[in-house]
């Protein structure tokens, strides 16, 4: 099994910054894509950002140019640096992880329990 276990969410007025990190650990063999996403109340969850094993980014059109997500592969961690933050991306923030584990045959999908991110205006 995989745990992902988020922090870094917090109070912050619009403009600020934020860094949330996400560690997985486990029986781990390999983690293939791990993102963030963020559900809003009242609202579907949906993809913040995404980074492949290699390195290649996705954004949603919201976020480009003001979050950026990154990944250390030798510590199985993900984060998400958050600049200029709006009221609007006041959320709970995710981390999804698509992992291989020991002794299993196929990767699939692991959720963190979110931590929450509150931006004020």
């Known amino acids: 099994q995989v745990q992902l276990v988020e922090s870094g969410g917090g109070l912050v007025q619009a403009g600020g910054s934020l860094r949330l990190s996400c560690a997985a650990s486990?029986?781990?063999?390999?983690?293939?894509?791990m993102d963030w996403y963020r559900q809003a109340p009242g609202k579907q969850r949906e993809l913040v950002a995404g980074i492949t094993s290699g390195g290649r980014t996705t954004y949603a059109d919201s976020v480009k140019g003001r979050f950026t997500i990154s990944r250390d592969n030798a510590k199985n961690t993900v984060y998400l640096q958050m600049n200029s933050l709006k009221p609007e991306d006041t959320a709970v923030y995710y981390c999804n992880a698509n992992a291989l584990v020991l002794l299993e045959l196929h990767a699939r999908d692991y959720w963190g329990k979110g931590t929450l991110v509150t931006v004020s205006s």
């Open positions: 486990g029986s781990i063999f390999s983690i293939n894509a």
